[in-house]
């Protein structure tokens, strides 16, 4: 029987990344089908409004990936160590950069682009509840990690 | 900082090596070495226990103090 070396946790947010990164693929090419936008090219998907739309999703499930490792090294017991330090820093990151991509970029890009990058007024930004309670979660997370690796570097000071 | 180890002078009674004495309390012979020249932040109360057995003595012995004024004024990091 196959034995794979990694938690429960760690297992299932690995197998929801999969299955939700498909789910992002179906859902976008099902939407250019259902909405006729793809003309000769619908099969390659390769409008840029495409891509930058995934540009958030892409950093959140950067950040669960992240996450996924972070439970595994809990259940291997590292107690604050280097690697835990690094997943909770790419998790944080993660979710900031997505949820700033989301707020920021990718209103502004997908005007401009859908506009041929003719001179628009205005800022498009999306400040929803969601994308800036991810970003300060995402940020919390960038400084607890800090914070836990100072306490831990003090700790090791002490013989 | 005006705690000083003495550690060095209780070794130096017992006439034992520093190296033994790590091995004894399971430390490694560097952590020791940091202790011994003053250059740790603090030592654990378990790591003081283990030290007072090997070496029959109390805290004091491996422990000093200078006193300082200032040091009511030294913030905590």
């Known amino acids: ?159 | 900082m005006p705690v000083r180890v003495t550690l060095d002078v209780m070794l130096a009674r017992r006439k034992m090596r520093a190296r033994d004495v790590a091995e004894k309390i399971g430390l490694s012979e560097t952590q020791l070495s940091l202790l011994r020249t003053g250059k740790v932040r603090g030592v654990r109360f378990d790591t003081m226990s283990k030290l007072c057995l090997v070496l029959d003595c109390a805290p004091g012995d491996i422990l000093d103090y200078d006193r300082d004024e200032l040091d009511l004024k030294v913030k905590d990091d």
């Open chain 1, 1 to 159: 029987m196959l034995k794979l070396n990694m938690p429960t946790t760690a297992l299932v947010t690995r197998t929801a990344i999969v299955l939700l990164g498909l789910a992002l693929f179906f859902e976008q090419a099902g939407a250019r089908q259902l909405l006729h936008l793809g003309g000769v090219n619908s099969g390659m998907m390769l409008t840029p409004t495409h891509w930058i739309s995934l540009v958030a999703p892409a950093f959140y499930l950067w950040a669960m990936w992240a996450a996924s490792s972070v439970f595994t090294r809990l259940d291997q017991g590292d107690a604050f160590g280097p690697a835990l330090v690094k997943g909770l820093r790419a998790m944080g990151g993660g979710l900031m950069l997505g949820a700033w991509a989301a707020i920021i970029f990718q209103p502004i890009m997908i005007h401009l682009i859908t506009n041929n990058f003719r001179a628009v007024q205005g800022v498009r930004l999306n400040f929803t509840i969601e994308n800036l309670t991810l970003a300060l979660v995402g940020l919390a997370l960038v400084l607890l990690a800090r914070h836990g690796q100072k306490l831990k570097s003090k700790l090791e000071s002490f013989v």
